[in-house]
């Protein structure tokens, strides 16, 4: 596997939690109040997955080897794509500080979760559609293939020395969790099995 196409297996993973927040927050506008236990799983999710172990893979590495190799750090492909993370945990910030509140029924406190999850997962769709469609394919037009090989160690690493233990078999179950309780669609998982494997990853590497 070269290094995007364990990141794209990532984003499948990524999209199954984005389409369970989208669902919860169509029910806690129903409802009107937010499912904190389920609130907190796909917090978790979103911190320990998808911000700390893929856009660490993306921003030290893949973003970092792209602007080594002739990319800017400050405009283009690769700087919209570090705004658009940075957009996210914003986003992401906002539906903490709205949790206990939107858990309570307070008006304004769901309004405020609904609203930037609603921003997040709509953002993050896009951007990953950006990432497979667009930016990965300039990454592989670029890179040699010790660049990629590089890469690969670099995952590795991440993996290995940034994430723990079992954290891989922790989030891929807590994205079937949810994808379980909000009635939405499993990923394939078998290629981020196989990557595991193939890369003796101890963490999330493979998604």
Do not use: W
């Amino acid at each position: 596997m070269r290094p995007t196409e364990i990141l794209m297996v990532e984003h499948r993973v990524i999209k199954q939690v984005l389409s369970c927040l989208k669902e919860m927050a169509r029910q806690t506008v129903k409802s009107g109040s937010l499912s904190r236990p389920m609130a907190e799983k796909v917090i978790d999710f979103i911190r320990t997955f998808a911000d700390h172990c893929h856009h660490e893979k993306e921003e030290t590495h893949l973003f970092a080897i792209m602007e080594a190799r002739g990319f800017s750090r400050y405009q283009g492909p690769t700087a919209v794509m570090r705004q658009e993370h940075d957009f996210g945990r914003n986003c992401v910030k906002q539906m903490v500080a709205a949790m206990a509140g939107a858990s309570a029924g307070e008006k304004a406190s769901v309004s405020a979760f609904v609203e930037n999850a609603n921003l997040f997962a709509d953002m993050l769709f896009s951007h990953i559609e950006k990432e497979d469609t667009r930016l990965y394919p300039m990454a592989n037009n670029i890179l040699s293939a010790d660049d990629q090989k590089g890469l690969l160690d670099a995952f590795h690493k991440v993996e290995e020395h940034d994430v723990a233990h079992g954290t891989h078999e922790k989030y891929l179950a807590i994205a079937d969790e949810l994808a379980d309780f909000y009635g939405i669609p499993k990923a394939d998982h078998t290629a981020a099995i196989v990557c595991d494997d193939t890369m003796g990853c101890g963490g999330c590497g493979g998604h």
